[in-house]
T-cell receptor, first 111, second 114 residues
Framework: AQRVTQPEKLLSVFKGAPVELKCNYS??????LFWYVQYSRQRLQLLLRHISRESIKGFTADLNKGETSFHLKKPFAQEEDSAMYYCALVGVTGGGNKLTFGTGTQLKVEL | KAGVTQTPRYLIKTRGQQVTLSCSPI?????VSWYQQTPGQGLQFLFEYFSETQRNKGNFPGRFSGRQFSNSRSEMNVSTLELGDSALYLC?????????????FGPGTRLTVL
């Protein structure tokens, strides 16, 4: 079975402070990991994915297979980063497009 | 390019009724997935269709079903509605069926069961 755990329901930081949203996963095969974001009154959208190894809006995420983690990081939080963040996993082998989501972390950036 | 569209956006039904939700994917996308979002259970995968075939199915009862048409548009049906079926139903499309593809989400259909 595949599982994604986001331990924090709410994370509150001040503008300019570093951000780390935690994500741990459980999957017996080789997974693809994603971070999706939902800004207020907008659709769920892809923020970044492991396979691309890119930085989007200053966010990065490193896949640590030993710790089965895919934490999302940003060195300096901006007010516009306030949103709901979901970590998600797809099993590469026969997984198709079945995304397993974590419960989400609400990030609030305060001035 | 137009995004994923879902109709209707809001729906109110009573227990025991059935409902059909529609999803139009981005042009050229062949994979359509459905998710249920509730405050208690979060985002849960319902099923995925690719080239008119159901390829994956989540852990939902048989009351939940779907189909995909030759133009990739998809519908999901819920029969014998229960109060617990009240949720936001999201549809997502992607270009191919490989898991590393980005999925593009629609705005959702808010279903309320009274």
């Amino acid at each position: 079975a595949q599982r994604v755990t986001q331990p924090e329901k709410l994370l509150s930081v001040f503008k300019g402070a570093p951000v780390e949203l935690k994500c741990n996963y459980s999957y017996s095969g080789s997974p693809e990991l994603f971070w999706y974001v939902q800004y207020s009154r907008q659709r769920l959208q892809l923020l970044l994915r492991h396979i691309s190894r890119e930085s989007i809006k200053g966010f990065t995420a490193d896949l640590n297979k030993g710790e089965t983690s895919f934490h999302l990081k940003k060195p300096f939080a901006q007010e516009e980063d306030s949103a709901m963040y979901y970590c998600a996993l797809v099993g590469v082998t026969g997984g198709g497009n079945k995304l397993t989501f974590g419960t989400g972390t609400q990030l609030k950036v305060e001035l | 390019k137009a995004g994923v569209t879902q109709t209707p956006r809001y729906l109110i039904k009573t227990r025991g009724q059935q409902v059909t939700l529609s999803c139009s994917p981005i042009s050229g996308h062949r994979s359509v997935s459905w998710y249920q979002q509730t405050p208690g259970q979060g985002l849960q995968f319902l099923f995925e269709y690719f080239s008119e075939t159901q390829r994956n199915k989540g852990n939902f009862p048989g009351r939940f079903s779907g189909r995909q048409f030759s133009n990739s548009r998809s519908e999901m049906n819920v029969s014998t509605l229960e109060l617990g079926d009240s949720a936001l139903y999201l549809c997502a499309s992607s270009f191919t069926g490989t898991g590393d593809n980005e999925q593009f989400f629609g705005p959702g259909t808010r279903l309320t069961v009274l």
